[in-house]
């Protein structure tokens, strides 16, 4: 292909590629200079992880991430405001008895730093929920591998201040419906229109926040996740709020995706989810008959 001087013309698509191959390449050094700052906060600092923050977070991490997890704490203890408590539950025993330095210098500056069985993505609260007879505060469960911006928790609290039974969430989806069932996950359509709604879907990569009453309902219903959705915590947490009659409501437009940790991209569990349809399977063993008719009540209700 020639341009009218007689040059030969790049193909469009060719520019295309290349311009995202640039755009990742500049995401990638951002993200890896943000994790430079972090590791030297880490090794230096002895600012506090917790403030005051009528909230608890909680994440959990495993394996090999283990080693770059305190990246991901040290962005939340960076943020506008912190938690009163701040958790990572793992459950490599011998981790939390004798901790890698850096959460070692974390624990000294208030993370706590727990032991639990192994309960897979759901390690995330679920511990947590089970660990109380009645709750008060809201919980924001976070993920192990991504560096949260600083205003992400205040974002998250401001939101739930006004609307305060609903959950909240930065990272959304909306469930999609056709011929009486939830169609494919792949699907759904990233981010939500404003206020809360039971076909908006939490994706717990940038932070979702539930609110008591919804924590007091999890720990009542103890393991049942293991049958339905053992890998698919956002699954499990979705029924148990439709249930509840209690919709998710986006900051913003529920689009918001923070900056993966670097070496920890595609090796989590979204991945296995999404990419093997195991989202899918997951949703067809949790959602019933009546959770479809409540979804499509509200489709019906708000439009498509």
């Given at each position: 292909?020639?341009?009218r001087?007689?040059?030969?013309?790049?193909?469009?698509?060719?520019?295309?590629?290349?311009?995202?191959?640039?755009l990742?390449?500049l995401?990638?050094f951002?993200?890896?200079?943000?994790?430079l700052?972090?590791?030297?906060r880490?090794?230096f600092?002895?600012a506090?992880v917790?403030?005051?923050?009528?909230v608890?977070?909680?994440?959990?991490?495993?394996?090999s991430?283990?080693?770059?997890v305190?990246?991901?704490v040290e962005s939340?203890?960076?943020g506008?405001v912190?938690p009163?408590?701040?958790?990572?539950?793992?459950?490599e025993?011998?981790?939390v008895?004798d901790?890698?330095?850096?959460?070692a210098?974390?624990?000294?500056?208030?993370?706590?730093?727990?032991?639990t069985d192994?309960?897979?993505?759901?390690?995330k609260?679920?511990p947590?929920?089970r660990?109380?007879?009645r709750?008060?505060?809201p919980?924001?469960?976070?993920?192990?591998?991504?560096?949260?911006?600083p205003?992400?928790l205040?974002e998250?609290?401001?939101?739930h201040a006004?609307?305060p039974?609903d959950v909240?969430a930065?990272r959304?989806?909306?469930?999609?419906?056709?011929?009486?069932?939830?169609?494919?996950?792949?699907?759904?359509?990233?981010?939500?229109?404003?206020?809360?709604?039971?076909?908006t879907f939490?994706?717990?990569t940038?932070?979702?926040l539930?609110?008591?009453?919804?924590l007091d309902?999890?720990?009542?219903?103890?393991?049942a996740?293991?049958a339905c959705?053992?890998?698919?915590?956002?699954?499990?947490?979705?029924?148990?709020a439709?249930?509840h009659g209690?919709?998710v409501?986006?900051?913003g437009?529920?689009r918001?995706?923070?900056r993966p940790?670097?070496?920890?991209l595609f090796r989590g569990?979204?991945t296995?989810?999404v990419?093997?349809?195991g989202n899918?399977m997951?949703?067809a063993?949790?959602?019933?008959?009546s959770?479809?008719e409540?979804?499509?009540?509200?489709?019906?209700?708000e439009?498509?």
């Open positions: 292909m020639r341009s001087s007689g040059g030969r013309r790049r193909h469009p698509l060719r520019w295309v590629l290349s311009r995202e191959l640039v990742d390449w995401r990638s951002r993200t890896s200079r943000s994790a700052y972090f590791r030297v880490n090794r600092s002895d506090p917790r403030g005051d923050a009528p608890v977070v909680s994440l959990t991490s495993y394996g991430r283990i080693r770059a305190h990246l991901a939340m203890a960076h506008t912190r009163q408590r701040l958790i990572l539950w793992l459950r025993a011998d981790v008895a901790p890698p330095a850096p959460l210098r974390l624990v000294r500056r208030g993370l706590e730093l727990r032991c192994d309960w897979g993505p759901h390690q609260y679920y947590y929920v660990s109380r007879a709750h008060e505060l919980l924001v469960i976070a993920d192990d591998d991504v560096l949260y911006g205003t992400w205040e998250l609290l401001a939101v006004r609307h039974h909240v930065h959304t989806h909306r469930i999609r419906l056709g011929g009486g069932r939830i169609l494919p996950y792949a699907t759904w359509s990233p981010g939500a229109p404003a206020g809360a709604s039971v076909r939490a994706t717990g940038s932070g979702v539930y609110p008591p009453h919804l309902a999890l720990r009542e219903l103890g393991t996740f293991t959705a053992p890998m698919a915590d956002d699954v499990w947490l979705h029924a148990v439709l249930r209690t919709g409501r986006p900051v437009d529920g918001t995706a923070y940790i670097p070496r920890t569990l979204s296995r989810n990419l093997r349809g899918d997951q949703i063993a949790t959602y019933s008959a959770d479809v409540e979804l499509e009540r509200a489709r019906v209700a439009g498509p």
